[in-house]
C-alpha cells in the first residue's frame, strides 16, 4: 500500500541523475520555495545539439523529486528540439501517473528544462522555435502558474 | 534503507485500542448485542452499559453523568455546538469568535455559518500558539453568541489558558465551548473548575475505538439535538448507540483517568528526548510550538527540517516503518500549507519541512532512538537531493 505507484517510488527512492554540472552549457530554475517545489535543471550538449548529460536538484515532495529524475532520464540523448516536446504530461505518463491532487503543482520539469534551454540558446546564439513567446522571467512563483496538465 | 521495524509516532493522528479496552467491548458485539432502548433484559443491560460509560468517561473531566452526551466523535461534537448554538441564539445575535488554530471540524463549520448569515472572528495566536484573553475581550461585540477555543492543539501542542477563556466570554455572559479531543487523556480536566459550557472530545485519542465521541454539556445550557430521531441519549442525539464503541469508549477513560500522571511522564520524557536529540545531532531543524513543556501536549514535538519538504521526509521515513506527519501543503488534499503553523508565523518556505512527531504509551526510548537515527539519514540523503 503506497501512496505512489511502483515507477514513482522507484525515482523517488533511487533517483537518477542528481547534482551539478560544473560546466553545464544551460542552467534552468523554476519553481518557489514558498510553494514547496523548485527544480534546478543542467544540461550538457554536444556539437551535434544532442543532450549528452543532465543533472538535476530538487527540494519538494515525492513527486517532485520522481518526475524531476524521470525527466533527466528523457532528455539525455535527444536532440534539443526533441527535448524541447517533453512535457509534463509526457513525465507524468512515464511514470505510470500521479495522484489527480499531485498533478497541479509537483511537476516542474517541463518548464524547469526549457529555462535551462533557453539558457542554453542565449549562450550559444541557438534559436528554437518551441521557444518563440517562451517568457524568461517565468520561474513560476505562484502555484497557479505551473499549471501545464 | 529496508528496515522492517515499525514505529508509529502519529498518537495525535489516532491511539491503537488497548487490549483492556478492546477485551470489555468485545461481549457487546456478540451475546450483549441488546438495544439500549428494548425493555427485556438484554435491551436494560446494554442500558446499564451506556450508563456505566457515561460516569467513565464523566468522571475523567469531573463532569455529573447527566452532563455527557455520547455521539459519533469530535467532529460531530464540534458541529453540533456550532450549528445548534448559532441556530438557538440567531435572534440574539449572529456573531461568533474562534481561533486561527483550530482542528477544521471548528473552522469549516465556522465557514458554514458565515455563508448562512452569520460573522466569525478568528482570533489570531502568539507564535507559541497561545490565544490571549486582552485579544478574546477585545473581540466580544453585542451580537456575540458563542466563543470556541480549543483546549490543545493538534500540531503544535499547544494547552491555551481555558479557564482565563472562559471567565472573560461568561463575563459577557456569552457560552463558551472547547474542543478537548487533544487534551482529553493528556492535560488533567476538570469542566467545573474550567466553567467551560460545551467541551468536544473523541474516543480514538486515548486508546478507545474510532467512531466514538462525545460532549459535555454542562447543567442548566440546553440546545437542541443534531441528529433527529429517536429518544436516545435523552433526547438530544438520536440514532441507537453505538454500544461497543461507548463501552469501550468508558473502558479507555477510566484507564486514562488511572494512568494520567504515569502517561504524561512517559510521553514528555521521551519527547524531550526525542526533541533534543533531533536539534542536537541534526543540523538546520528549528523546533515549533510552546518552550515550555508544561503548557504543551505531553507527547507532542513539531520540528522544521530547513531545505526539504515535509512529504519526501514522511515518504523516507514511512519506507523505513515509520509513521509521523508533516505541514506540509503537499501531503494535504488541498494543496494548503498548515493553518496552525501559518499562524504562529512560520514562513510558507520552512511549513513545508515541518514535521510531527507524537509519541505514546507504546512508545520506548529505543523507538525514539531508532527515529532518530532514521531522520538523520532522511535529512542528509533529501539534502543532497534539494537545490535550496
Redesign the interface.
Known sequence: MG?YNDTVMDH??H?RN?GEIPDADGTG?YGS????????VQIKVDENDVITDCKF?????????ASSSMATTMVIGQKVEDALKITNKSIVDRLGGLPN??L???VLAEDALKHAIYDYAQKHGKHYAELDGFDPNDHGTA?DEVTHL | ?SETRRVYMDYSATTPVKKEVLDQMIPYFTENFGNPSSLYTIGLEAKAAVEKARAQVAHLIGAMPSEVYFDGGGSESDNWVLESVADQLKNKGKHIITTQIEHHAILHTGEYLEKHGFEVTYLPVDHEGFVSPADLEKAIRPDTILVSIMFVNNEIGTVEPIKELAAVAHKHGILFHTDAVQALGNVPIDVKDLDVDFMSFSSHKIYGPKGEGGLFMKHGVKITSFIHGGAQENGKRAGTENLAGIVGFGAAAELAEKNLEQHRKHCSELRDYLMDRILKEIPDCVANGPTDHSKRHPGNANITFK??????IL??LD?MGIAVSTG????S?S?D?SHVLTAIGV???TI?GSIRFTVGDFTTKEDVDYVVDCMKKVAERLR?????
Open positions: 501512496l523517488f527512492m533517483p542528481i530554475i520555495p514558498a510553494c514547496g517545489d523548485m527544480m534546478q536538484k530538487t527540494f519538494g515532495c515525492g513527486s517532485a523529486i491532487v499531485k497541479h503543482c509537483s502555484p | 534503507m531545505r526539504i519538504e515535509g512529504e519526501s515518504l523516507l519506507s506540509s501543503a503537499c501531503s488534499k494543496l500549507p514562513d510558507p518556505e513545508h543532497e537531493i534539494t537545490m535550496l
